[in-house]
């Protein structure tokens, strides 16, 4: 600490010191101005690119959103058009085409089975995927009610699902031309529960023992229209392994009875069984289809047909 000993000293000494005291206190004041708009500024820089990055975020994340809605809105038009392929529609060229099944110019040939599904059928649709084969089958709905899983299978696996009627009994669906509709509407409505297709129809009918003959030749005629009039059509066979015709037949029996009856055609429907008993028909369709390939014959289903 200073000591003044006159006035003038003092005065002198007052405006010099408070003059620099002054001086220092503004550029304290000028420094911190500076640095308070350098930091300003540095936040209005940061404020501004970390908006524009977020925007920028933000945009690419609702463009990434957009897409995948329309990824999502594509996928279920495919699924959507998938479902209904598999819903056969029966038109007026499909009503034709069963009337001509058993003629083409081409080689084909349509595998049949009829009466199942039954615990054979796994191993009959195992071969078919390894051959990349699709083929049809006429179920019965009182063997779908206790295999509605492996109905399930024939169908995700590009199948033709067709109608054999309920009972198979043939008192019972033929005690009328009335109960054989009973019997394929029962049937399709088991059917589409268990394959969860409720608007599924096969519009496809196959006569139990066929459609001609028998003693109840004239109910099945008057079936035939009465089918008709609901829009379902028919079909029998024209070519059969013979694997119902006797019990236990062998592996041989049916190849011969296959070479028989497909002479000489060029279009054929061959009826086989996937029912419980036929484990005979599991253990020669390999043989089958070889031949058939052989023979020059190409595979279709009735999906080929009906739609
Ligand atoms: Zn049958």
Known sequence: MRFFHNKEQYKGCNTY??????????????????????????????????????????????????????????????????????????????????????????????????????????????????????????????????????????????????????????????????????EYNLCNQIVANAIQVPEYNSHLFRFPGGSVGGKYEQIKKQAIENLKQNNIVYVDWNCLTGDSEKVNPTEEYLMNNLQATSQEKNSIVILMHDSQAKRVTVDTLQKVIEYLKQMGYQFENFYDIIK
Do not use: C, W
């Open 17 to 182: 010191s408070m003059k620099k005291y002054v001086d220092r206190k503004r550029i304290i004041f000028n420094i911190i101005v500076a640095i308070v708009t350098i930091m300003t500024l540095l936040l209005v820089i940061y404020y501004i690119l970390d908006t524009s990055f977020r925007v920028k975020r933000s945009k690419h994340f609702l463009a990434q959103i957009i897409e995948f809605r329309k990824q999502q809105e594509e996928l279920e038009k495919q699924k959507q058009a998938e479902k209904l392929a598999k819903i056969p529609q029966l038109t007026e060229v499909g009503i034709e085409n069963i009337k001509h099944i058993f003629y083409s110019e081409t080689k084909r040939a349509f595998l049949t089975f009829d009466d199942g599904p039954s615990k054979n059928t796994k191993d009959i649709l195992d071969i078919l995927k390894a051959n990349d084969i699709k083929a049809s089958f006429f179920v019965l709905g009182s063997q779908v009610e206790y295999f509605p899983e492996t109905t399930k299978r024939i169908y995700d696996e590009g199948h033709y699902i067709a109608n054999h009627g309920y009972s198979h009994n043939y008192a019972n669906i033929y005690q009328s031309p009335e109960q054989v509709l009973n």
